[in-house]
């Protein structure tokens, strides 16, 4: 019988609309980085998914504009846990630290290769509500708590 994907839950509920709105706009960012090379772009990454990952996501700008977006074009919510999302923005975070200090370093390569990553989890997420961060979540803990 194959796994069941198993995401962190906390019971706590957060409009999904606005968890790809914001998605999105890490796809933007990202790609953004990747065209022209700003060391801000990775920088404010590590600054905004700080804020959601340790639930402050009301200093989060990025979940500012998407909350703006959402009542502008009167998105009806669509209501899911938040747990899964702040896993997603804790492995964001460890992403946008690691592409600024490459970026920084000027490993060109590895830089580019996690921002792509990143690129692709945000777009995957926005487009698709594919979490991949529930498979990383279901992966660690079927490789690390038996």
């Known amino acids: 019988m194959p796994d069941t994907i198993v995401c962190p839950v906390d019971f706590v509920l957060m409009d999904e609309n606005k968890a790809r709105l914001t998605a999105a706009s890490i796809f933007v960012l990202a ?3 990747m065209l022209i090379g ?3 772009v990775p920088v404010f990454l590590v600054i905004d998914f700080s804020a959601r990952a340790f639930k402050l996501g009301k200093y989060s700008l990025l ?3 998407s909350g703006r977006l959402i009542k502008v074009f009167s998105i009806k919510p669509k ?3 938040q747990a899964p999302k702040r896993f997603a923005a804790q492995i ?3 992403f946008s630290v690691a592409i600024t200090i490459c970026s920084a370093c000027n490993f060109t390569m590895p830089s580019l290769l996690l921002t792509i990553v990143l690129a692709i ?3 995957l997420e926005s487009a698709f509500s594919f979490c991949a961060g529930c498979y990383v979540y279901h992966f660690y803990n079927k490789a690390f708590k038996k």
């Open 31 to 33: 790609v953004t980085f």
């Open 38 to 40: 700003l060391w801000l």
């Open 63 to 65: 979940n500012l504009l």
């Open 79 to 81: 209501m899911t846990d």
């Open 92 to 94: 964001g975070l460890l």
């Open 121 to 123: 989890f945000a777009l």
